[in-house]
């Protein structure tokens, strides 16, 4: 579909590494330890991590290649995250 | 009467009460039919309430001895807190986000940033937008999907 995933969180790179290892995901992950790019995004849920760290909160956004956001979801609960079917319905309308 | 001694219903109901509170996060949570609506827990914490109203009548009939008492008081009291965390856990705290109204909007241009990949590589945003324009020469829809997440921890 063409469609490139890039997942942003305040994990490491190593721990990230680590991830991928484990359940063999082959996409981008980004590491944003500092939280500046979330912060930048107004995705920052302050506190909300395990030891209390400012973490993301779960976000999805669809970009065309002109880097125009296309489809957002910003889940109220965060039990419900975006399903492929849902962005591959926008993907389509991509060109 | 050997059978009556035992109050297999409230330790049934307690054990239920474990499985519906844990079975989410372990196994149910994979299949987002049960995670975005946790019905399959409730349905088991409906039937572990069910049990734990047989074994606590059980235990405070008059010919049950106290310790059966206080061991159903025990394990429904414990059960109602479990139920208790997971409505918590799953309606109430996983609902406390931030609003994010300044978050990128349809229409509008992602901010650029620039941020380390796995291997410690400076990935930016744009870079990975050109790249999959320059992989093109065909009709596929395109594009980059940014998943922020919680993090693994």
Redesign the interface.
């Known amino acids: 579909?063409?469609?490139?995933?890039?997942?942003?969180?305040?994990?490491s790179?190593?721990?990230?590494?680590?991830?991928?290892q484990k359940a063999g995901y082959t996409f981008?992950?980004?590491?944003?330890p500092k939280a500046?790019?979330?912060r930048?995004?107004?995705?920052?849920?302050?506190g909300?991590?395990?030891?209390g760290q400012d973490?993301?909160?779960?976000?999805?956004?669809?970009?065309?290649?002109?880097?125009?956001?296309?489809?957002?979801n910003?889940?109220?609960?965060?039990?419900?995250?975006a399903?492929p079917e849902q962005?591959l319905e926008v993907?389509?309308?991509?060109? | 009467m050997k059978a009556r001694r035992f109050n297999l219903p409230i330790w049934v109901g307690f054990l239920v009460t474990l499985i519906a509170f844990f079975s989410y996060f372990f196994v149910f949570v994979w299949f987002p039919v049960t995670r975005d609506f946790p019905w399959a827990n409730l349905l088991l914490f409906g039937i572990a309430a069910a049990l734990l109203l047989v074994g606590v009548r059980r235990a405070f009939a008059p010919d049950r001895p106290k310790r059966s008492k206080i061991a159903a008081a025990i394990l429904a009291t414990l059960s109602v807190a479990i139920f208790g965390f997971f409505v918590f856990a799953t309606f109430i705290n996983a609902r406390r986000l931030p609003d994010s109204h300044g978050a990128p909007q349809v229409g509008q241009k992602a901010p650029d940033f620039t941020l380390s990949d796995t291997n410690g590589r400076p990935v930016s945003l744009s870079q990975l937008i050109s790249a999959r324009t320059e992989q093109e020469g065909r009709t596929d829809p395109k594009g980059v999907l940014l998943i922020f997440y919680r993090g693994y921890w």
């Open positions: 579909m063409g469609i490139q995933p890039v997942a942003i969180s305040v994990d790179p190593e721990l990230s590494r680590d991830l991928c981008t992950f980004l590491s944003d500046d790019v979330i930048r995004y107004d995705l920052l849920h302050p909300a991590g395990i030891d973490v993301a909160r779960p976000a999805e956004f669809l970009l065309d290649s002109s880097g125009t956001v296309r489809w957002v910003l889940t109220e609960n965060y039990w419900v995250r399903r962005i993907a389509k309308t991509l060109r």
